[in-house]
């Protein structure tokens, strides 16, 4: 029973513990959402003000790039003397063109010359069906500002092309009489396309709350405060803008979150305003950012702390629950140590035995291993004289000669030696000593290439290699009338490998390229040599066929051939790849563009000059 209790209180104490986290975790999150919504926020308000200072900047460095151009256009002789002789048409055209023209290098919407009525004579839409010539302006400010002399400036919607844009007028002087007006509109809309996509809202509201600039379409025209009658009767007396379009925009601006957030009525979301003004034109630039993935970016942050703080509590109750479990383990462990002992010795009896069925294991894949080594070795030396035994007719057409010979100069050296013909008989003997040394030659390197090579690699002097396995396959290259075109640099060439198995695989490529050819009447087989830094590469070239692309994948599994049956095992390919492995090289095949198949074998170069064993 008293075990019983302790657990049960210890698992009410659990609870209990975990029960006052949650709610410590609840009381702080209540505690620190408004701390986290005013840290998000100030972030949106610093990228609000950047936002807001990159568009004020671009608005301003467009009106003064275009503020100078109406008083430079102005002063050309062309447009006084069109001022002074309206009823000249050619005049009146070349001006207009000039005009065109010069819309299209400042980038402006239209260009166009006033006389002092008002009437346009002259502008840059001139060939439009909507053109700005024949019409009066005389009730725009900007033309009323410029006849006095001045410089007038006036942002409207056209009335003509129905564009909203700003316009700058300059007068055209003669002496201190002015003659007309020169005004230069640009359009807004390329601003607003600049602000679509981001995630600010922005309005260019003018001296009378009127947003005529944004990158929200429905809020154009709409104003931030109620028109009074005169700013009405203005507008109108202006055509500033479209009267029936002048609705309030329904919003409700408080302070929130340390600065100015304004409502607006359909809108998702409140907005974080930033607002700065550009003075020279009476404007007011907004930059209006909802308010909501901050909050939400707050509330996730908190769910996170308030996770962390769950993870934290579980975390240490959890430890809690383990210490005691330890202290239980203790207790128990006291009263059952016999019993784990005898499980120990149990348990250590068959782990002997898994030991040992363990070492029988290895054992037997020491001896698999070492006769799967053997049965490469034989492999390799069965490959050897396999080749050997493909060029046995021509070993035997090539011992049979010089027999024949050696037979024929015998007899006519015992003839001329019974007439006493002493020197005919020593230039016989001569013949065949030389008959002699080259069949003792042949003999030597077949006895070569057939003896069983050491496992040992080491410096092979790869130029060498090259020439003994070329003197193996010699009398079958002149069987088949086969030319051999060398590519081969002065001096030796030093790799890491085997003598007597490079020479093999030499052997097999050589072997190979020719089997490549059989049939053909003009065989050749193209080598060479080159090296770099690290490694040597040999190419063996045939003008054969080529390999086909299942082939090509397959030229190296053992058994693989293309030849006719009886032809061949498959395994020459085979061996040599594996042999050239065991060097750390790499043999590879592919086909020559211009036919035949190419065999490219890449060793390591040595790092001396010393024989390999």
Do not use: C
């Not at 819309?103 to 009437?119: I, K, N, P």
């Not at 009896?349 to 080594?373: I, M, P, S, Y």
């Amino acid at each position: 029973m008293a075990d019983g209790a302790r657990d049960s209180f210890r698992r009410f104490s659990g609870a209990w513990a975990a029960l006052a986290a949650l709610v410590v975790a609840l009381a702080l999150s209540i505690a620190m959402l408004p701390h986290l919504e005013r840290l998000f926020v100030d972030e949106v308000r610093e990228r609000n003000e950047a936002a807001l200072r990159l568009a004020v900047e671009g608005l301003s460095g467009t009106l003064s790039r275009f503020e100078a151009f109406p008083a430079l256009i102005a002063e050309r002789p062309a447009l006084a003397e069109l001022l002074e002789a309206p009823e000249d048409e050619a005049l009146r055209v070349r001006v207009s063109a000039q005009f065109s023209e010069d819309t299209r290098a400042l980038g402006a919407s239209d260009v166009y010359l006033m006389d002092r009525t008002g009437l346009t004579i002259a502008a840059s839409s001139y060939l439009k069906d909507r053109s700005f010539v024949g019409r009066s302006f005389d009730y725009r400010p900007y033309f009323a500002d410029a006849v006095k002399g001045g410089l007038g400036r006036f942002f409207a919607l056209g009335t003509t092309s129905r564009e909203r844009g700003y316009y700058y007028a300059a007068p055209v002087l003669r002496g201190d009489e002015v003659l007309g007006v020169v005004a230069v509109k640009f359009t807004v809309e390329e601003f607003e396309a600049a602000w679509q996509g981001g995630e600010n809202d922005l309005l260019v509201s003018d001296l009378d709350n009127i947003v005529f600039m944004s990158n929200r379409p429905d809020w154009h025209f709409r104003t931030l405060q109620p028109l009074d009658r005169e700013a009405r009767a203005r507008i109108e007396r202006d055509r500033q803008y479209p009267l029936e379009r002048l609705e309030p925009l329904d919003h409700v601006t408080s302070f929130r979150w340390g600065g100015e957030v304004i409502d607006i009525a359909g809108a998702p979301s409140p907005f974080l305003v930033s607002r700065l003004p550009i003075p020279e034109a009476g404007w007011q630039v907004h930059v209006l950012t909802p308010v909501a993935p901050a909050l939400a970016q707050a509330r996730v942050a908190l769910v996170a702390v308030l996770l962390a703080l769950l993870v934290l509590a579980m975390v240490g109750l959890v430890i809690r629950q383990r210490r005691l479990r330890l202290l239980d383990r203790i207790e128990t462990q006291r009263t059952q140590q016999d019993v784990l002992e005898r499980r120990v010795a149990e348990r250590t009896g068959d782990l002997n035995e898994a030991n040992q069925q363990l070492t029988l294991e290895v054992q037997e894949r020491r001896a698999t291993e070492t006769r799967l080594k053997t049965t490469q070795q034989e492999l390799i030396q069965a490959g050897k004289l396999a080749a050997l035994g493909q060029m046995s007719a021509a070993l035997s057409h090539e011992f049979n000669q010089p027999l024949a010979a050696i037979k024929s100069y015998s007899d006519n050296a015992a003839t001329f030696l019974e007439r006493g013909r002493l020197p005919e008989t020593g230039e016989n003997l001569q013949r065949i000593s030389r008959l002699v040394d080259r069949m003792a030659e042949i003999s030597q390197h077949l006895r070569s290439f057939a003896r069983r090579p050491k496992d040992q690699t080491g410096p092979v002097p790869l130029a060498a290699a090259l020439d003994d396995a070329l003197a193996l396959v010699d009398m079958r290259l002149r069987q088949q009338n086969a030319v051999v075109a060398r590519d081969i640099p002065e001096g030796e060439v030093w790799v890491t490998g085997g003598r007597v198995r490079l020479v093999q695989v030499i052997v097999n490529l050589l072997t190979n390229a020719l089997d490549a050819m059989t049939g053909m009447t003009d065989p050749r087989i193209e080598i060479s040599l080159s090296q770099d830094a690290s490694d040597a590469v040999l190419r063996v070239r045939d003008h054969g066929p080529g390999l086909a692309g299942d082939a090509m994948g397959q030229a190296f599994d053992p058994f693989f051939t293309t030849k006719d049956p009886g032809k061949g095992l498959g395994l020459g390919l085979s061996i040599s790849y594996n042999i050239v492995r065991d060097f750390d090289g790499r043999l590879e095949v592919a086909n020559h563009p211009e036919g035949g198949a190419v065999f490219t074998l890449s060793l390591p170069r040595a790092q001396s000059v010393q024989e390999a064993v």
